[in-house]
């Protein structure tokens, strides 16, 4: 089963808030098992912009340190998971730990 899974990035490791990375990491899975990684560049960030874009690449699941209410409910909307309070760390070891059961999430690190 392929699945991909967006994390927003500065300097290549997870950007704690989802709203101001300067890309977002595509990592594709396949099988369990990492099978590719793209970063994208995302649009100039205005609220709600960010779930359209991601939602119109195919990502299923979103991690991230902090998320603004109403994109995690844009998410949902499109049945896109999301996983948030994440610390930093390359987005391939975020995938895998994901997929390992092992990504500890925690308290949403954006306050709007």
Do not use: W
């Not at 960030?45 to 991230?64: E, R, W």
């Not at 844009?74 to 610390?87: H, K, M, R, T, Y």
């Not at 990504?103 to 709007?112: A, F, K, S």
């Amino acid at each position: 089963m392929k699945k991909l899974f967006a994390v927003p990035t500065v300097d290549g490791k997870l950007c704690q808030h989802f709203g101001h990375c300067e890309k977002f990491a595509i990592v594709e899975i396949q099988d369990d098992k990492v099978v590719g990684e793209e970063y994208i560049t995302p649009p100039v960030h205005q609220p709600g912009v960010y779930p359209k874009f991601l939602a119109d690449h195919g990502v299923k699941v979103i991690i991230s340190g902090g998320m603004g209410q109403r994109a995690q409910d844009l998410f949902a909307q499109n049945s896109i998971e999301i996983c948030v309070g994440v610390n930093s760390d390359s987005p391939q070891q975020l995938v895998k730990q994901y997929l390992e059961d092992q990504l500890e999430t925690g308290q949403n690190l954006c306050d709007h």
